[in-house]
């Protein structure tokens, strides 16, 4: 499956490479300043070192073998995964998503959005019409349908919606017919506001945050945001320089290295660090989707295209949650928060596309 003698250097996208290691080697800093230990920084660049090494195993390999023959075992291992994980997970900070192995914590759900992309990607490559037909439609919801389940079971409410996103993205670029997709958000829509007076409490609270920040408790269920908000203030146009925050670095802003390492970034580089990583993103974004034009098939272009949109809905989420335009619902910044299975199926994404890349001329 592994070809390296026909694959010549100068066929490798080294900007898709280096935007992906340069935010990671950035989350580190941000990290370093946030996290209770070195230790942190330490399980997150040995993520990236495997991350790197899994990237550059897949782009030496042809990813249509990946995605016709590899998928659906991927996919198969991967809901193994996740049921093992109700049954023996360690809970963290309320949900119940990670095994331990030899000492560090694994996430399958990071995997599980691998795996259903290639198997979205999979099923649309043998799709020939223009526009997807109702069978399409409902095979695509069945394949993305049991993740969202067990992963909801973990009590985990950001990856699920994450799915969601995965699968409207498919459906946007697979050729959904414009009166189904208005008719999906009308659904949406509707579903939300339906939903909204059942949700926990903490989920309503989360929101009332966002829709009236002058109700907003600073000492309950405001005080993420606000703090968060306040770091973001305080950092300016330089910052106050990197391990100089005090947010994040005096536990002002919990688990600042997560969910909210945005917010640490802006506190201590500014907005010169925030543009900084601006830039990396919409490199990765870039390249990513110069790379699904040129593919020669529609497995290819549809898979790449399925990590521009899982990559690029964690962004807007998270930022989002920094700045307190959305209530914050649990979803990391690629790459940039703390997590070693997150980085890892960055990296997988980062390596197929560069697999597609080598193959563009390739019939």
């Known amino acids: ?23 990671t080697a950035f989350g580190c800093l941000a990290i370093s300043s946030s996290a209770p230990d070195s230790g942190f920084v330490k399980k997150q660049v040995i993520s990236l070192g495997i991350g790197i090494a899994i990237a550059v195993a897949i782009m030496f390999t042809d990813y249509r ?22 049954i023996a997970g360690t809970q963290i900070n309320g ?23 290639l198997m979205l990607a999979r099923h649309l490559a043998h799709v020939r019409q223009a526009s ?33 996103a995965i699968l409207a993205t498919f459906y946007f670029l697979g050729g959904m017919r414009k009166l189904l997709l208005a008719a999906g958000a009308v659904a949406l829509v509707v579903g ?29 269920f405001g005080y993420q945001t606000i703090q968060s908000v306040i770091a973001v203030g305080s950092g300016g146009v330089l910052g106050k320089g990197i391990g100089h925050g005090t947010q994040g670095k005096l536990g002002f802003l919990p688990f600042a290295w997560t969910d909210f390492i ?63 335009i959305m209530p914050i619902m649990g979803i990391p910044l690629p790459l940039m928060s703390y997590g070693g299975t997150a980085v890892m199926a960055v ?8 697999s597609v890349r080598m193959r563009r001329f390739v019939n």
Not at 65 to 86: D, E, G, T
Not at 95 to 117: C, D, H, M, Y
Not at 135 to 164: C, K, S, W
Not at 192 to 212: A, S
Request: hydrophobic share 60%.
């Open 132 to 164: 997807l037909s109702i069978r399409d439609i409902l095979i695509m919801a069945a394949i993305v349908l049991p993740p969202i389940i067990l992963v909801y079971a973990e009590h985990d409410t950001g990856t699920t919606l994450t799915f969601g």
């Open 262 to 324: 945005g917010a640490v970034v802006a506190e201590e580089t500014g907005l010169v660090g925030i543009l900084f990583m601006m830039v990396l993103y919409l490199l990765l974004i870039w390249r990513m989707i110069a790379v699904a034009k040129a593919s020669r098939d529609r497995a290819g272009s549809m898979m790449v295209m399925g990590f521009v949109g899982l990559i690029t809905f964690h962004i807007l989420c998270n930022l989002g949650m920094v700045v307190a």
């Open 192 to 220: 939300l506001v339906v939903v909204f007076p059942h949700l926990k409490r903490y989920q309503i609270e989360r929101i009332n945050v966002i829709i009236h920040p002058e109700e907003a408790d600073p000492r309950g």
């Open 1 to 23: 499956m592994v070809d390296l003698n026909t694959r010549k250097l100068k066929d490798v996208d080294w900007l898709l490479l280096f935007a992906p290691i340069a935010l």
């Open 65 to 86: 073998k990946i995605v016709l023959n590899v998928a659906p075992f991927f996919y198969a291992a991967v809901l193994m995964l996740l049921v093992l994980v109700l």
């Open 95 to 117: 949900n119940k998503a990670w095994l331990r192995v030899a000492g560090f914590s694994l996430q399958p759900s990071e995997f599980a959005k691998a795996a259903t992309i």
């Open 347 to 354: 990296f997988i994404g980062v390596g197929l596309a560069l």
